[in-house]
């Protein structure tokens, strides 16, 4: 059940304490990707897993804009403090669980939140009347995810399986050898690096070239396979606190 697509009444006949919050960002993927290339493959996995899960889930609407101040030198970059994220993605489980679907699974698609969203998980579960965790698809591919860039070979490879006009095809070369072989400036196991502009010329990390279409649909079935397997966890998990020792 896709909230945004149905009514209050259609809410309320919901027979599931599940639900499923994609959460994204809204930032730069190098010239031939959108910039809402996160959402957009949260979304698509969410929905691959909920549809492979054997049975209901609720799925909220995606959250869009998130911890991305790393691309602040591309223009339609958008951003917010994690603060401010983690308030967001906490407040909108509340109002799940306050409608009874409790254990929620946070489907995200951008590095920069994963930090924000363990924080914020631990948070819920250990002060509110909720059980959530973060799931990051391209952490769940098994060894493709040795290849995860920033607008490289998987998140080309899912778009052009799932929306294969929004990607600028035109542009691939461009793309290419404006790219980073890899994230960020590392001196004794330390980033120097803050922002991408430092080590990306156009913002692409690995080369989108190596994503075609039938990755996609495979990143998708490994990812969707992950994300049902834990919706399976949770649902049957005993979700009470332990008590003090």
Do not use: K
């Not at 306050?98 to 995200?108: E, I, K, Q, S």
């Not at 793309?175 to 980033?191: M, P, T």
Request: aromatic residues 6%.
């Amino acid at each position: 059940m896709h909230l945004s697509e149905r009514t209050w009444t259609d809410a309320a006949d919901a027979g599931t304490d599940l639900a499923v919050l994609p959460v994204g960002s809204t930032e730069q993927h190098g010239p031939h990707a959108p910039l809402g290339t996160d959402v957009l493959t949260a979304e698509a996995v969410a929905e691959a897993g909920v549809e492979r899960y054997d049975g209901e889930v609720v799925v909220a609407p995606a959250i869009p804009v998130g911890v991305a101040e790393e691309h602040r030198q591309f223009p339609g970059t958008l951003w917010v403090s994690e603060e401010t994220f983690r308030s967001y993605v906490r407040e909108t489980v509340d109002s799940l669980a306050d409608h009874g679907w409790d254990r929620v699974v946070l489907v995200n698609g951008h590095g920069g939140n994963v930090d924000a969203l363990r924080e914020v998980a631990g948070r819920i579960v250990r002060r509110d009347d909720a059980y959530a965790v973060p799931f990051t698809w391209f952490d769940s591919v098994g060894d493709h995810a040795a290849d995860m860039g920033h607008g490289g070979p998987l998140e080309t490879a899912v778009l052009r399986a799932v929306a294969p006009e929004l990607v600028r095809e035109d542009r691939i070369d461009e793309a290419r050898e404006g790219a980073s072989d890899g994230w960020g400036e590392w001196v004794s196991g330390v980033n120097l690096a803050f922002d991408s502009a430092e080590f990306s010329e156009n913002g692409v990390v690995g080369d989108p070239d190596e994503g075609d279409a039938e990755r996609g649909e495979e990143l998708l079935d490994l990812a969707a396979d992950a994300l049902a397997a834990l919706l399976d966890a949770i649902e049957t998990r005993d979700v009470s606190r332990p008590d003090r020792r």
